[in-house]
């Protein structure tokens, strides 16, 4: 067995593993790299980039699909041609893999182990068969994976979730997406998008990240127009059938038929990667989910020199949020114990539906009861979306009562994604609404309708 001791071990080479490496190097400390898998980072492998990359061809199907109204017509067939569709999915994803794993060469190889890590204490790691790292101080850097029901197993390879997606050699004919979330949202749309027949079921009514009731019913009217959602599913039974998968359920009409996939993807959620850390040898106190309780402002696991970053501590499972914690955790293990609070943003969430889904800042279920006004505007009379025929979506925003403050938004609406980062800004500059309306707004632009919520919020404000 051979043994290493270091200061500083780092399990996971993703996003959030290789900032906490980067941050504990740069404070002068020997760290390690401990790598199970592959390089690359699940961003750049199954997540954001294959994800978008998928969105885009089904965005070019999709306005191909509606030009008539501009006086525009294409004729002859639109052909959707799977195979090519799925091989600039890899091939642009494998050029932003390359990316990652050319920066993953250029550390010192004395600095990276391949492995998966077990703790078999606070310090002490076991790396594989054959290595034990004695390291002063531990991030957990693991990242997360799809939470799939048990009750799926029995599906076999007709399961798949999003990393199989992306492997596709071409698209297939039928596939039933469980889970109304970010994921399912985005790759049911684009699935749909693209020719497959799809069917999304959810349970408990949420759509994608919405806790707003009125925005979340507009949202499920809206993607209903596009392709079959029921975010309340009776699914009745599902069965494996040979090559195919049959589910019983009622449709939304009431009528209980049976439909038969080709896959059934889960995208039922994720779960942090920690059930094989052997958590249990550390001593650290762990929550229902066996994440160990942490300081959100330092990453710190209780007073131990174990810091989490990433997906693995599960507080905002995103691409930004586990490079900036990534750095928070390794600056502080770095300094241990001398710890202290990293950067947090301003929370910025977007789904890239169409339209797309975004929040800011406090979401609706979190504001204090009374303490708020609602600014509204709806994007079906916005000049700007109008002329472009993406006048489809409502927006929500919130201002503290007493003082004006803006507290957060969430909407479904056009180019959202961008709006959304005006607001985070002005989230984390604490502005007012009446601060907000003093700033510019050019015409004709969809912040416009933007500007017409806050207008609305203001006067609730005055009132
Ligand atoms: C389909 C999809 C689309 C997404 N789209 C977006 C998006 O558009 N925008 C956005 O902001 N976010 C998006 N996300 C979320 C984003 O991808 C994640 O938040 C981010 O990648 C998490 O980074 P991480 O470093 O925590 O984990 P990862 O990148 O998963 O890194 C964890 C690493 O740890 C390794 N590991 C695990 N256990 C061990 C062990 N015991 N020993 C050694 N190594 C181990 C794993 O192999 C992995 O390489 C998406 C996610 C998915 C799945
Ligand atoms: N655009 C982005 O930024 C982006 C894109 C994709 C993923 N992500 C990240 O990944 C995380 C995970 O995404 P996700 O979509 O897997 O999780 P999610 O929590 O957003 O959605 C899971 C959905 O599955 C439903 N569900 C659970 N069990 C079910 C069952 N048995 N049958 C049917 N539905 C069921 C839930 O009610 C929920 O609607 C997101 O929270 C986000 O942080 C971000």
Same mark, same amino acid.
């Given at each position: 067995?051979?043994?290493?001791?270091?200061?500083?071990? =780092?399990?996971? %080479?993703?996003?959030?593993?290789? +900032?906490?490496?980067?941050?504990? @190097? &740069?404070? /002068?400390? !020997?760290?390690?790299?401990?790598?199970?898998?592959?390089?690359?980072?699940?961003?750049?492998?199954?997540?954001?980039?294959?994800?978008?990359?998928?969105?885009?061809?089904?965005?070019?199907?999709?306005?191909?699909?509606?030009t008539a109204p501009f006086g525009?017509?294409?004729?002859?067939?639109?052909?959707?041609?799977?195979?090519?569709?799925?091989?600039?999915?890899?091939?642009?994803?494998?050029?932003?893999?390359?990316?990652?794993?050319?920066?993953?060469?250029?550390?010192?190889?004395?600095?990276?182990?391949?492995?998966?890590?077990?703790?078999?204490?606070?310090?002490?790691?076991?790396?594989?068969?054959?290595?034990?790292?004695?390291?002063?101080? =531990?991030?957990? %850097?693991?990242?997360?994976?799809? +939470?799939?029901?048990?009750?799926? @197993? &029995?599906? /076999?390879? !007709?399961?798949?979730?999003?990393?199989?997606?992306?492997?596709?050699?071409?698209?297939?004919?039928?596939?039933?997406?469980?889970?109304?979330?970010?994921?399912?949202?985005?790759?049911?749309?684009?699935?749909?998008?693209?020719?497959?027949?799809?069917?999304?079921?959810?349970?408990?009514?949420?759509?994608?990240?919405?806790?707003?009731?009125?925005?979340?019913?507009?949202?499920?009217?809206?993607?209903?127009?596009?392709?079959?959602?029921?975010?309340?599913?009776?699914?009745?039974?599902?069965?494996?059938?040979?090559?195919?998968?049959?589910?019983?359920?009622?449709?939304?009409?009431?009528?209980?038929?049976?439909?038969?996939?080709?896959?059934?993807?889960?995208?039922?959620?994720?779960?942090?990667?920690?059930?094989?850390?052997?958590?249990?040898?550390?001593?650290?106190?762990?929550?229902?989910?066996?994440?160990?309780?942490?300081?959100?402002?330092?990453?710190?696991?209780?007073?131990?020199?174990?810091?989490?970053?990433?997906?693995?501590?599960?507080?905002?499972?995103?691409?930004?949020?586990?490079?900036?914690?990534?750095?928070?955790?390794?600056?502080?293990?770095?300094?241990?114990?001398?710890?202290?609070?990293?950067?947090?943003?301003?929370?910025?969430?977007?789904?890239?539906?169409?339209?797309?889904?975004?929040?800011?800042?406090?979401?609706?279920?979190d504001l204090p009861a009374g303490?708020?006004?609602?600014?509204?505007?709806?994007?079906?009379?916005?000049?700007?979306?109008?002329?472009?025929?993406?006048?489809?979506?409502?927006?929500?925003?919130?201002?503290?009562?007493?003082?004006?403050?803006?507290?957060?938004?969430?909407?479904?609406?056009?180019?959202?994604?961008?709006?959304?980062?005006?607001?985070?800004?002005?989230?984390?500059?604490?502005?007012?609404?009446?601060?907000?309306?003093?700033?510019?707004?050019?015409?004709?632009?969809?912040?416009?309708?933007?500007?017409?919520?806050?207008?609305?919020?203001?006067?609730?404000?005055?009132?």
């Amino acid at each position: 067995m051979k043994q290493m001791n270091i200061d500083v071990a =780092v399990i996971g %080479a993703g996003t959030a593993g290789l +900032a906490a490496y980067r941050a504990a @190097r &740069a404070a /002068g400390k !020997r760290v390690v790299l401990i790598e199970g898998g592959p390089y690359g980072t699940t961003c750049a492998r199954v997540g954001c980039m294959p994800s978008k990359l998928l969105i885009a061809a089904a965005e070019a199907a999709h306005e191909l699909r509606h030009t008539a109204p501009f006086g525009v017509r294409v004729e002859g067939e639109i052909v959707i041609d799977g195979r090519a569709v799925m091989e600039r999915v890899r091939r642009e994803r494998d050029r932003f893999v390359g990316f990652v794993v050319n920066s993953v060469e250029g550390i010192p190889a004395e600095d990276k182990l391949r492995g998966y890590a077990r703790f078999i204490d606070n310090t002490t790691l076991q790396v594989g068969d054959d290595v034990v790292v004695k390291a002063s101080r =531990v991030v957990i %850097a693991t990242g997360s994976s799809p +939470a799939v029901p048990p009750p799926f @197993r &029995a599906l /076999g390879d !007709r399961l798949i979730v999003n990393d199989d997606v992306f492997s596709w050699d071409t698209l297939p004919r039928r596939v039933a997406v469980f889970g109304p979330g970010v994921i399912g949202l985005e790759l049911g749309q684009a699935l749909a998008r693209l020719g497959v027949i799809v069917r999304v079921f959810g349970v408990g009514g949420g759509v994608g990240p919405l806790s707003d009731p009125a925005i979340r019913d507009y949202a499920r009217a809206a993607f209903q127009q596009q392709f079959y959602l029921d975010p309340e599913a009776r699914v009745e039974d599902m069965t494996r059938d040979g090559d195919e998968v049959a589910i019983r359920y009622a449709r939304l009409d009431g009528e209980v038929v049976t439909v038969r996939f080709d896959y059934v993807l889960a995208a039922t959620g994720r779960k942090p990667n920690v059930g094989g850390l052997g958590l249990e040898n550390t001593g650290l106190k762990l929550d229902a989910r066996g994440v160990p309780l942490f300081d959100p402002a330092t990453l710190q696991c209780g007073a131990s020199p174990i810091f989490i970053a990433g997906d693995a501590n599960n507080i905002l499972p995103l691409l930004h949020e586990a490079a900036d914690e990534g750095k928070t955790a390794g600056a502080n293990a770095a300094s241990y114990p001398d710890v202290s609070a990293g950067l947090r943003r301003a929370s910025i969430g977007v789904v890239f539906s169409d339209p797309q889904i975004a929040t800011v800042g406090t979401r609706f279920a979190d504001l204090p009861a009374g303490g708020f006004v609602v600014g509204e505007v709806s994007f079906e009379d916005q000049g700007r979306s109008r002329v472009m025929l993406k006048n489809k979506g409502l927006m929500h925003v919130y201002a503290e009562r007493d003082t004006g403050r803006f507290l957060g938004a969430e909407w479904i609406g056009p180019r959202a994604e961008h709006i959304a980062h005006t607001l985070a800004w002005a989230r984390q500059m604490d502005l007012t609404v009446a601060q907000m309306l003093d700033m510019p707004f050019y015409h004709p632009v969809i912040e416009e309708g933007l500007r017409t919520a806050l207008r609305d919020a203001a006067a609730k404000l005055a009132g």
